[in-house]
């Protein structure tokens, strides 16, 4: 098990920026295997992948947010981020960090979730 703990999220006008942070609690060697991603829920609505990236950097990305969302991992710190520009507020939800070993396909680890709200 990997301790994950997201940071960042908040109130935000839409065309604002936010950057969630997840840090996690894993050895250095572990956190370099690992696919990092970022999930969303909307209100009533089922979880779903924003955006995740690999242990070797490659990066995959929901269509909704292409353009305006990047992910990074940064492996001294152990933490990947999520910059979002452009924030619509169709991107209000709460975004959960997740972990998972790269040959499986559902992540083994999730955060607590952190609360973006994109209103004017």
């Known amino acids: 098990q990997v301790q994950l703990v997201e940071s960042g999220g908040g109130l935000v006008q839409p065309g604002g920026s936010l950057r969630l942070s997840c840090a996690a609690a894993?050895?250095?060697?572990?956190?370099?295997?690992?696919?990092m991603g970022w999930y969303r829920q909307p209100p009533g609505q089922r979880r779903e992948l924003v955006a995740d990236?690999?242990?070797?950097?490659?990066?995959n990305y929901a269509d909704s947010v292409k353009e305006r969302f990047t992910i990074s991992r940064d492996a001294a710190k152990n933490t990947v981020y999520l910059q979002m520009n452009s924030l619509k507020p169709e991107d209000t939800a709460v975004y959960y960090c997740?972990?998972?070993?790269?040959?499986?396909?559902?992540?083994?680890?999730w955060g607590q979730g952190t609360q973006v709200t994109v209103s004017s």
């Open positions: 997740s972990a998972r070993h790269t040959r499986v396909a559902t992540p083994f680890s």
């Open positions: 894993a050895s250095r060697n572990l956190f370099s295997m690992l696919t």
């Open positions: 990236i690999a242990s070797g950097g490659s990066t």
